[in-house]
């Protein structure tokens, strides 16, 4: 801690409540001790200076620039047009990318109902070809020629040759 007769300390120190705070010079202790007469509650070497309360300043942690120091971000080096033209080429991709969904979701399910059209006529087409081959199977032909008088043997007679 420096001493009361140091001079003024560059780099000031917060004591409690805020306030900065600097070291008084011995010429200060003098003046203060004919003007004060007992001493005050503060007289531990210290002085205020200044306001308790900060300025915008002083939280600023960067060191400031000036407006030609300061670099350019890619939204201001861009035009408007240029960014009108991006925007409306994002927003036709985005629109047809919507419209390719909505085509592909369709087609699915165009796509699922043909599945179970052919499904369903695959099986109505082995129903119907299951009664074919009942009406005309060899039982069913033996019984209906049995029933026009026609007789099964055993030899069927002597092979014919086609010359």
Same mark, same amino acid.
Request: glycine share 10%.
């Given at each position: 801690?420096?001493?009361?007769?140091?001079?003024?300390?560059?780099?000031?120190?917060?004591? #409690?409540?805020?306030?900065?705070?600097?070291?008084?010079?011995?010429?200060?202790?003098?003046?203060?001790?004919?003007?004060?007469?007992?001493?005050?509650?503060?007289?531990?070497?210290?002085?205020?200076?200044? !306001?308790?309360?900060?300025?915008?300043?002083?939280?600023?942690?960067?060191?400031?620039?000036?407006?030609?120091?300061?670099?350019?971000?890619?939204?201001? #080096?861009?035009? !408007?047009?240029?960014?009108?033209?991006?925007?409306?080429?994002?927003?036709?991709?985005?629109?047809?990318?919507?419209?390719?969904?909505?085509?592909?979701?369709?087609?699915? !399910?165009? +796509?699922?109902?043909?599945?179970?059209?052919?499904?369903?006529?695959?099986?109505?087409?082995?129903?119907?070809?299951?009664?074919?081959?009942?009406?005309?199977?060899?039982?069913?032909?033996?019984?209906?020629?049995?029933?026009?008088? +026609?007789?099964?043997?055993?030899?069927?007679?002597?092979?014919?040759?086609?010359?």
């Amino acid at each position: 801690m420096p001493s009361p007769s140091d001079g003024p300390s560059s780099d000031p120190a917060p004591r #409690g409540g805020g306030a900065v705070f600097w070291s008084r010079g011995a010429a200060d202790d003098a003046a203060r001790a004919s003007a004060a007469g007992p001493h005050s509650a503060n007289d531990s070497g210290w002085e205020r200076h200044g !306001t308790a309360l900060r300025e915008w300043d002083d939280l600023d942690s960067t060191a400031r620039r000036s407006s030609s120091d300061r670099t350019d971000t890619v939204l201001q #080096g861009v035009s !408007t047009g240029r960014f009108a033209l991006v925007l409306l080429l994002v927003a036709g991709v985005f629109t047809l990318y919507v419209g390719h969904v909505h085509a592909t979701t369709d087609l699915y !399910t165009q +796509l699922q109902q043909a599945r179970t059209t052919n499904q369903q006529l695959h099986l109505k087409h082995n129903r119907l070809e299951g009664a074919y081959d009942r009406r005309t199977g060899p039982s069913v032909i033996y019984e209906r020629a049995r029933a026009l008088g +026609l007789r099964e043997s055993v030899t069927y007679g002597p092979p014919v040759h086609v010359e």
